[in-house]
């Protein structure tokens, strides 16, 4: 069982950064494919970006893509999520994810967070 636990939103100009924060608990951290998501008001919910267990490995969705950047430590059981360059559109509930089978299916992660407001102001 893996329990995540995220943080670092909060309200940002257009233009700005942010960095979210998914503290996992549990010994086998590293041995997961981690990765955000998020939900915009009356949206469903999008892939943001995944990382794999040895970090060695990447992927983001086009609308992030050179603006966000996913990372980890594993001897701290983290994994970040830097937002630069923020857009009203990047408003939403961040979500962080544990377990998906690979980093382009994270959908299929079996653990969740309960997730943190990101607010970007025009």
């Known amino acids: 069982q893996v329990q995540l636990v995220e943080s670092g939103g909060g309200l940002v100009q257009a233009g700005g950064s942010l960095r979210l924060s998914c503290a996992a608990s549990?010994?086998?951290?590293?041995?997961?494919?981690m990765g955000w998501f998020r939900r915009a008001p009356g949206k469903e919910r999008e892939f943001v970006a995944a990382i794999r267990w040895s970090g060695g490995n990447t992927y983001y969705a086009d609308s992030v893509k050179g603006r966000f950047t996913i990372s980890r430590d594993n001897a701290k059981n983290t994994v970040y999520l830097q937002m630069n360059s923020l857009k009203p559109e990047d408003t939403a509930v961040y979500y962080c994810?544990?377990?998906?089978?690979?980093?382009?299916?994270?959908?299929?992660?079996?653990?969740w967070g309960q997730g943190t407001q990101v607010t970007v102001s025009s």
């Open positions: 549990g010994r086998t951290f590293s041995s997961y494919n």
């Open positions: 994810a544990a377990g998906g089978r690979t980093i382009t299916t994270m959908t299929t992660s079996p653990y």
